[in-house]
């Protein structure tokens, strides 16, 4: 179900190519196009907002919405293709440099299109504070001392309301808070297996998670992935096969390819996983930042038997400096919690209580609603700004449905990793395919971030980047 903003988005799109609306033809004002579609004002300016970005009109100062006398052509791309494989266990073989480019993604001197994180600009900074402020005023002397290892009751509570609203719910006591979603992945990896056993994910996968299962010196198996998801016939083939006692998945909006499963295929994984008893941990952490109207449902809600651990956290929703995030413990895995207790970092309480406060005060809400809207239109200027730059080049890009991760298949000839090595020495950060997945799958392939504005100096860096992916095709076709 689409937003109404967008709905109005697109009529007004409509008449603009029809010429029902013509280029410098001033639109009704805010609150007269509020009053003529009985919508709220945040809606109308929601909908002017993703119009703006889109290019199809501006703005004056003082004077209203124009439309744009160049209008914005919306260009498609096919989306990337995807190699087939065998998936057997193995190592995890570029340890070192999948650290080397995970250190150089948080190089705050670096333009920002490596770590997928949100601008600075998006984050409720004011709303923060008042509810930091709020929780510190209303606190008892108790939360100064030795915080609770589980985590602070009223985060619990807080997090489970919350969740309920959104059409799933989860027991206050099994909830554990963390310092991130990261570190909850990392304990419930070491409580489910051992040294040496396998976890079965998707590749192309999120380079966190490989570097973190190399760390802690788990073998992984490989299934194929592409836009569109991840074969279930081969899911459940080796969960039968494999010996893997656990599955790390993202079925919303994963990293690097954006696809979100259907609830059909998140219902059915559910089912695989009771039957094969191979616990999947779901690390659901960009679920919030949905395109859509809804908050897609998590794996966890057709989990009837307990082989689905929710874990997730607020830095891709809210800012990546604010470490909290959560595991979530089923009853069939209660024996675990005193080594669960003992395995995870407790966490700032005032943090914990600054979260809380903002659920109940709605403010975290809000903030959800208005970031939708930007990121749509954001995640689309990115994708037409790399299609015109790009332009002579054969390049594939992915459309997700929420969160803010570019998958881009160059050429075959082009080598990301040199990408990325010319890219550091212009002082710009993208991630390289390599570390995506083993056996070189995705050396043609590279990973951005979209969740900053496009500024010039983004701008800039991608224009950088595609020149000289013009120059090594040029150089290759002479050689």
Request: proline share 4%.
């Amino acid at each position: 179900m689409a937003f109404q903003y967008r709905i109005l988005a697109e009529q007004i799109t409509e008449k603009i190519k029809q010429g029902k609306l013509a280029a410098g033809q001033r639109l009704i004002s805010l609150r007269q196009f509020s009053e003529q579609q009985n919508v709220s004002m945040n809606t109308v300016k929601n909908c002017y907002e993703l119009l703006e970005a889109q290019g199809l009109i501006y703005v004056k100062n003082k004077s209203g919405y124009f439309v744009s006398a160049k209008q914005a052509v919306i260009q498609h791309t096919p989306r990337p293709n995807h190699p087939d494989f065998q998936s057997q266990p193995r190592e995890i073989s570029n340890l070192e440099l999948q650290i080397e480019i995970q250190q150089a993604s948080i190089d705050n001197k670096l333009i920002h299109l490596g770590a997928i994180q949100i601008s600075p600009n998006l984050v409720p900074v004011e709303a923060l504070r008042r509810s930091i402020q709020r929780a510190l005023k209303h606190s008892k002397p108790e939360d100064f001392l030795y915080s609770d290892k589980q985590g602070h009751l009223r985060l619990r509570e807080a997090l489970s309301e919350h969740w309920a609203e959104d059409g799933f719910y989860i027991a206050k006591d099994e909830i554990y808070i963390s310092n991130g979603c990261m570190p909850a992945l990392s304990v419930m990896i070491q409580s489910l297996t051992e040294m040496g056993d396998s976890i079965i994910v998707p590749t192309p996968n999120f380079n966190g998670q490989l570097q973190l299962l190399a760390a802690l010196k788990r073998k992984i198996v490989e299934i194929p992935a592409d836009t569109d998801g991840f074969d279930l016939e081969r899911l459940e083939q080796v969960m039968q096969s494999s010996g893997a006692k656990a599955c790390l998945l993202t079925a919303n909006f994963q990293n690097p390819l954006g696809f979100s499963l259907s609830n059909t295929q998140k219902e059915k994984i559910a089912q695989l996983a009771n039957q094969y008893q191979c616990y999947v941990i779901e690390d659901d952490i960009y679920a919030e930042c949905s395109f859509s109207l809804k908050r897609p449902l998590p794996i966890k809600y057709w989990d009837q038997q307990g082989y689905v651990i929710f874990c997730g956290s607020v830095s891709k929703s809210l800012s990546t400096a604010y470490r909290v995030g959560w595991f979530c413990i089923p009853q069939r895995l209660q024996h675990l919690r005193t080594q669960l207790l003992m395995s995870n970092v407790a966490v700032n309480t005032p943090l914990q209580l600054g979260l809380a406060d903002l659920i109940y005060s709605r403010a975290y809400r809000e903030h959800l609603i208005r970031l939708k809207p930007i990121l749509i239109a954001q995640v689309e200027q990115y994708r037409q700004f790399m299609i015109a730059a790009f332009y002579q080049v054969d390049i594939r890009l992915n459309q997700p449905n929420g969160g803010y991760a570019l998958w881009i298949q160059l050429p075959e000839q082009i080598d990301s990793l040199e990408m990325y090595r010319f890219a550091q020495q212009q002082g710009i950060n993208i991630v390289p395919g390599e570390v995506f997945g083993e056996d070189g799958r995705y050396k043609n392939c590279i990973r951005l971030n979209a969740g900053h504005e496009l500024s010039d100096d983004i701008r800039e860096a991608i224009v950088l980047l595609a020149d000289w992916t013009r120059r090594q095709l040029t150089s290759v076709n002479v050689a």
